[in-house]
């Protein structure tokens, strides 16, 4: 590559991008489900993460917003950013916050519980203990099997809105700095984070996971 050549290419790297634009975009995808009207703000974070995120529900219609930080931007091309824009979509069409929500009013109830009465505080250290044996034993809380299934599961519409499984590839590798065996998303138990999958469990679904096996909540 020559100089003026990279030159050029900082100088687009570093055109802002509209928010609006995005906005736009995640329309079309939302119409392309067959949701004619969306109402989904896109929010350019200026937080120091790599980070996106959907925050949002599909009751008549989807009502929400997604969230990309700057850092992100700057560190994906406009193809993967659309990727990861219909991945958020995609959580948002298919409910998915209702799903873990659920889990985190649950154990919220069951923290509270355990705060007034000992018994019950024993018993769910027990069921925390069985969740960390069934975990070592190579099988997921259902909790964090939910977290894994959405997530493959946005991946995959992700990839047939775009057309574009080469920049889920890149973009989710572009995420953990080129380090397909860390983390994709955590959960917790005794105080202690764990994997819910790797990136590479990621990859890999690309290629098995189609989007009739996705079941909206
Ligand atoms: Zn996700």
Known sequence: MTTEIRKRNIIKRRMPIDPLRLQGFVK????????????????????????????????????????????????????EIEWVLAHEVAHIYLNHLVGTVSFAVARALAEDEARKDTNFKMLLRVWDCFKLLTFVGGTLPPSAALIKDQELDADALAVFLTRNKASARSALLKLTGNKPGVASHTWEVLSMPLPVMTIRERLSALHIRSPQQIKKG
């Open 28 to 79: 079309r995808l939302f119409a392309r489900l067959g949701c004619k009207l969306s109402i989904v703000a896109v929010e350019i974070s200026t937080e120091d993460k790599i980070l996106a995120g959907a925050q949002g529900v599909n009751f008549l219609i989807p009502f929400g917003k997604i969230k990309i930080s700057r850092k992100l931007l700057d560190l994906l091309s406009n193809t």
